[in-house]
């Protein structure tokens, strides 16, 4: 049986499962699992019932939204863009 091929898909519009976000963000399971509890998490597209895929674009944002400069930093009003980890 031929297998099909992946869509091309731009990487912002990747969808992730669970395990491939806390690759991405070095989250622990239940260190995430508390953060969604308490609606602290990235938007999810919900594809079944208990079947949800996170956009990379939603994390990236979400991660750029959790970025702390502490008071005393030198170049606090300089913007440094998240990256993600190869």
Known sequence: ??????????????LLDRPALLRLTGLKSGTFGSIEHHGQGP???LLGPRLKRYRRADVM????????????????????PVTEAR
């Open 61 to 80: 944002a979400w991660l750029a939204a959790r970025r702390v400069v502490p008071v005393g930093a030198k170049h606090r009003d300089v913007d440094v």
């Open 43 to 45: 938007a999810y597209i």
């Open 1 to 14: 049986m031929p297998r099909c091929k992946p869509a091309n898909v731009e990487p912002a519009d990747q």
